[in-house]
T-cell receptor, first 112, second 113 residues
Framework: EPEVTQTPSHQVTQMGQEVILRCVPI?????FYWYRQILGQKVEFLVS????????KSEIFDDQFSVERPDGSNFTLKIRSTKLEDSAMYFC??????????FGDGTRLSIL | DQQVKQNSPSLSVQEGRISILNCDYT??????FLWYKKYPAEGPTFLIS?????DKNEDGRFTVFLNKSAKHLSLHIVPSQPGDSAVYFC????????????FGKGTKLSVIP
């Protein structure tokens, strides 16, 4: 069964550094998403992407965050200047239509 | 802002018995609901969904019931198996045209052999 793949599985970064999280969505999917889960909290929506542009974003997705689909297969989340509170699991998801969304196994981001 | 609530953080059930996981929502504009299952160190896996035009959807051992007047849905697993031990999330997409999922906090199900 096709799946969403995310790399790396764990990223450790110094505060203030830039980080790029990578995702390969399912190949025939058209909608792409990033979510995050801070330890002990809910899974929270960050952003959705369709037709090469952001379609929705949450209040969390401020100017420090950006997304890109640099080629036909990758979907990336960049955090420009990381803060301690950015430490979380980041999940990429994709969907063919609106639902259901299929999730990757996540990248654990640790900010030191 | 808890538009989707799962009030039981954990549930333990004997193997072979029924597991019932509950979810309440506050936004009456929600018209579609999903259940996801999550194992440690993995992402959420889609399990089953239900549209508000139905009150029940069944897929093998999994059945989701929707009570719109009570703004309540439940996931029934019968018979429960040890491999069902995981965290179960209830989720709903936003209002019309929104694809973002709002998740509950999850219920950790433990199926005891």
């Amino acid at each position: 069964e096709p799946e969403v793949t995310q790399t790396p599985s764990h990223q450790v970064t110094q505060m203030g550094q830039e980080v790029i999280l990578r995702c390969v969505p399912i190949s025939n999917h058209l909608y792409f998403y990033w979510y995050r889960q801070i330890l002990g909290q809910k899974v929270e929506f960050l952003v959705s992407f369709y037709n090469n542009e952001i379609s929705e974003k949450s209040e969390i997705f401020d100017d420090q965050f950006s997304v890109e689909r640099p080629d036909g297969s990758n979907f990336t989340l960049k955090i420009r200047s990381t803060k301690l509170e950015d430490s979380a699991m980041y999940f990429c998801a994709s969907s063919q239509g609106s639902q259901p969304q299929h999730f990757g196994d996540g990248t654990r981001l640790s900010i030191l | 802002d808890q538009q989707v609530k799962q009030n039981s953080p954990s549930l333990s059930v004997q193997e072979g018995r029924i597991s019932i996981l509950n979810c309440d929502y506050t936004n009456s504009m929600f018209d579609y609901f999903l259940w996801y299952k999550k194992y440690p160190a993995e992402g959420p896996t889609f399990l089953i969904s239900i549209s508000s035009i139905k009150d029940k959807n069944e897929d093998g051992r999994f059945t989701v019931f929707l009570n719109k007047s009570a703004k309540h849905l439940s996931l029934h697993i019968v018979p429960s198996q040890p491999g069902d031990s995981a965290v179960y999330f209830c989720a709903a997409p936003g209002e019309a045209g929104s694809y973002q999922l709002t998740f509950g906090k999850g219920t950790k199900l433990s199926v005891i052999p």
